[in-house]
């Protein structure tokens, strides 16, 4: 257990509709990331909040978007949802502001998001 | 635009061979280099790490090694074992960036 907790495990869902996905981070972590990763793809960054602010985005969608909460926690929208969406969507914490992580991130298990 | 570039792609390995993962970065302000490893179903765990004032670092059958005027890293898996299988992801960073390499797939044969 890395201490990033993820909620759903899994998630299927028509296209057109809204999720919402939910991460912990671990304890004393004030840095939260979201990454997707498609089939067989690597993980593309998607934005950074920070002790409740964004501090960085990436290839993020208009159709996405994400917040983090005064417990630390953060959750991540996805709207009007295609096929392409489909995929696995991490959430990551490190203690520091910086979108490079310190010395590393801590992953969590990740959401597996199917778009039917 | 792709700033880490890692090869192979997959990589097929008999048990106890060595793997050899390799990683090239363009920015020179990169000053953390870490490993990711993956298993099917699961988030990326920290492997190893390296910063670039050593040249390698051992942690048990893992080791990096760094060249910092080629602006290339790599993992050596000693005595590979099938539980080694899995996705290696490379990365550098700073403290305003992290890059990830586009992974390593794994098999080690038994």
């Known amino acids: 257990d890395s201490g990033v907790t993820q909620t759903p495990k899994h998630l299927i869902t028509a296209t057109g509709q809204r999720v919402t996905l939910r991460c912990s981070p671990r304890?004393?972590?004030?840095?939260v990331y979201w990454y997707q990763q498609s089939l067989d793809q690597g993980l593309q960054f998607l934005i950074q909040?920070?002790?409740?602010?964004?501090?960085a985005k990436g290839n993020i969608l208009e159709r996405f978007s994400a917040q983090q909460f005064p417990d630390l926690h953060s959750e991540l929208n996805l709207s009007s949802l295609e096929l392409g969406d489909s995929a696995l969507y991490f959430c990551?914490?490190?203690?520091?502001?910086?979108?490079?992580?310190?010395?590393?991130?801590?992953f969590g298990s990740g959401t597996r998001l199917t778009v039917v | 635009q792709q700033q880490v570039k890692q090869s192979p792609q997959s990589l097929i390995v008999q048990k106890g061979g060595i793997s050899i993962i390799n990683c090239a970065y363009e920015?020179?302000?990169?000053?953390?280099f870490p490993w990711y490893q993956q298993f099917p179903g699961k988030g990326p765990a920290l492997l190893i790490a390296?910063?670039?004032?050593?040249s390698e670092k051992k942690e048990g059958r893992f080791t990096i090694s760094f060249n910092k005027s080629a602006k290339q890293f790599s993992l050596h898996i000693m005595d590979s074992q099938p539980g080694d299988s899995a996705t290696y992801f490379c990365?550098?960073?700073?403290?305003?960036?992290?890059?990830f390499g586009a992974g390593t797939r794994l098999t080690v044969k038994p």
């Open positions: 990551a914490s490190s203690v520091g502001s910086g979108t490079g992580g310190g010395d590393g991130y801590t």
């Open positions: 920015n020179t302000a990169f000053d953390y």
């Open positions: 990365a550098a960073s700073n403290n305003n960036d992290m890059r």
């Open positions: 390296i910063r670039p004032d050593v």
């Open positions: 909040y920070y002790n409740g602010e964004e501090r």
């Open positions: 304890s004393g972590d004030l840095s």
